[in-house]
Each structure stands twice: as C-alpha cells, then as structure tokens.
C-alpha cells in the first residue's frame, strides 16, 4: 500500500523554524529514495531536499535551502524530515513529500512515483 501522510506545516515568522514530518507505509518506505518539494502559487513545484533510503543515506540539496534545511530519515519509524531553520518569507508553500524506486535521488520531480497530500508552511515577516 503507498502512503505518505504529511505533518508539521503551519505559520511562522521570519527566523523561526518548522519540523516537517512524513509518515511512510512499509512499501513507499522500501523506496530508493525519498525527498522534499514545494510549490508556491503560481510557480512550478521545486525539488528542496532528497536522501537516499538505502546505502548511505546520501543528500542532496537545492542552493535556495542549503545551510538552512536538513533532511533526514528515521528507519525505525519510516519516517522522514525535514528541518528548517532561519525561514523566509520565500519559503512559503505547499510542501510535499515523495517517493522514488528508480534508480536517481535528485532534486527532479519528474522522477518521483508517490506523492503525500501536502502541508502548508507559511512564513511572515
């Protein structure tokens, strides 16, 4: 069964932080690998952060959150995060999580089979 179900989400201001979780079913989280995305009204969705399940634990960033955001995963729980640090106001959007069994963890929703609902952050100043 794929499921994804996102939490975490909700308003905060500039500077301040979000925890973005992402429960798992069993065979989603036997995924190659699992990322973050957002998308922005009226703007395209953008890949944010990616780990690879397996292996190392391999991540990979987009330069608009490096250094701010961390991605992690929790094995035990199948669960993944999303840790973000020194929000902007730019960073408001609907954040999704997704799951990939093709053999890519990147940054390119393209690739990407399974999707969760979303859940909104929104930053004020």
């Known amino acids: 069964q794929v499921q994804l179900v996102e939490s975490g989400g909700g308003s905060v201001q500039a500077g301040g932080s979000l925890r973005l979780s992402c429960a798992a079913s069993?065979?989603?989280?036997?995924?190659?690998?699992m990322g973050w995305f957002r998308q922005a009204p009226g703007k395209e969705r953008e890949g944010v952060a990616a780990?690879?399940?397996?292996?190392?634990?391999?991540?990979t960033y987009s330069n608009s959150v490096k250094g701010r955001f961390t991605i992690s995963k929790d094995n035990a729980k199948k669960t993944l995060y999303l840790q973000m640090n020194s929000l902007k106001p730019e960073d408001t959007a609907m954040y999704y999580c997704?799951?990939?069994?093709?053999?890519?963890?990147?940054?390119?929703?393209?690739?990407?089979?399974?999707w969760g609902q979303g859940t909104q952050v929104t930053v004020s100043l």
């Open positions: 780990i690879s399940i397996g292996g190392g634990g391999e991540t």
């Open positions: 997704a799951a990939e069994r093709q053999d890519y963890c990147g940054l390119s929703s393209r690739f990407f089979d399974y």
């Open positions: 069993e065979y989603t989280y036997s995924s190659n690998c």
